[in-house]
């Protein structure tokens, strides 16, 4: 009898899922006791982790191993970026992950010319392919990389967006390196405003870069830095380093640490489990008003919000045309 029981459990028990299940459970027990990250709320009330681990940039045999290490160490936020490489090795690593379990943001980059008249076509597919390449139902946010050059052509892809969030398929949809202008024109059609911008925002750059910062919260968009650490000035520099002293934290810790203090989210490439704790430590403490005026004041290292020139992305609403 006992023998037909643990035959029919074992039948009854799915155990890729229970494993992945047991794994993520060991590792919440191992970091409890440490920094929990924080969560901003967007736009349409989903609940955003504030600290985000970007693999992209790392060899494609480093993703899943980046991906698992995340999870384990108790980072939930995931950014899948745009890249279909990139986008299938982190699916594979989160198959048979509880999908309550991460936070997971992708997007789709389209070539920046296209034409109003096929952008909504085109993004459409690119949507779903998305979905295929990191084998998940949904996505928790969508977006969408780069703005086209013509304002008809960017209405039409947000309106691919808008649709994909309406089938379910994203809990909240956004956009990358995506300027005022861009969003002004997207805002004329809109029926779902973009919930997340991610941007290029570090110290060195100052609070409200070119008024990118502003300009997004005022249509209730959320900035999400994908640059807090894109110079060695902010990892080694002595301006951060000086003051890490004082908290017992690093120079890249104090760059990350203003980010946040400043209101913005963090998505940062990081490939060592140390890393990530020193992103995890900095939610246990805060940068003093003196320290946030001297990082705010800091001139360098200088950098766009975007692509550099800025004028080269975003060029003023008029310059759109509607074709």
Not at 134 to 148: E, I, K, N, T, W
Not at 199 to 212: K, N, Q, R, T
Not at 252 to 264: E, I, K, T, Y
Request: glycine share 8%; net charge neutral.
């Amino acid at each position: 009898r006992l023998e037909q029981i643990e035959s029919d459990t074992r039948r009854q028990v799915n155990l890729p899922v229970f494993c992945a299940a047991m794994k993520l459970l060991l590792a919440g027990l191992l970091v409890v006791g440490a920094a929990e990250v924080s969560y901003t709320v967007l736009n349409n009330g989903v609940k955003m982790p504030m600290l985000a681990v970007q693999p992209e940039k790392y060899a494609p045999e480093d993703i899943g191993r980046i991906v698992s290490m995340a999870l384990q160490t108790g980072i939930s936020g995931i950014d899948a970026a745009t890249f279909k490489q990139c986008q299938r090795r982190v699916g594979a690593a989160l198959k048979g992950v509880p999908r309550n379990s991460y936070f997971l943001t992708a997007g789709i980059m389209l070539e920046q010319n296209v034409s109003s008249s096929s952008a909504h076509a085109v993004a459409t597919n690119l949507l779903q392919s998305t979905l295929i390449n990191l084998g998940v139902p949904h996505v928790d946010v969508m977006v969408l990389s780069r703005p086209a050059t013509t304002c008809g052509a960017i209405q039409e892809q947000w309106r691919a967006l808008e649709d994909f969030y309406a089938a379910g398929n994203a809990r909240a949809i956004g956009l990358r390196v995506f300027c005022p202008a861009s969003l002004k024109c997207i805002m004329e059609t809109a029926k779902v405003a973009p919930a997340l911008n991610q941007i290029f925002y570090h110290v060195g750059m100052g609070v409200d870069p070119e008024g990118f910062k502003s300009s997004f919260n005022e249509s209730g968009t959320v900035t999400q830095s994908i640059r807090a650490l894109d110079s060695g000035e902010l990892v080694s520099g002595k301006l951060v380093n000086s003051i890490g002293k004082a908290h017992g934290w690093s120079g890249a810790q104090v760059s990350m640490r203003w980010v946040l203090d400043r209101g913005v989210s963090l998505s940062t490439p990081m490939s060592k489990q140390t890393h990530m704790k020193e992103a995890l430590a900095i939610f246990q403490g805060h940068l003093t008003p003196d320290e946030l005026t001297q990082l705010d004041n800091a001139t360098s290292p200088k950098d766009c919000p975007v692509f550099c020139p800025s004028s080269r992305m975003c060029p003023p609403l008029e310059q759109f045309t509607l074709v």
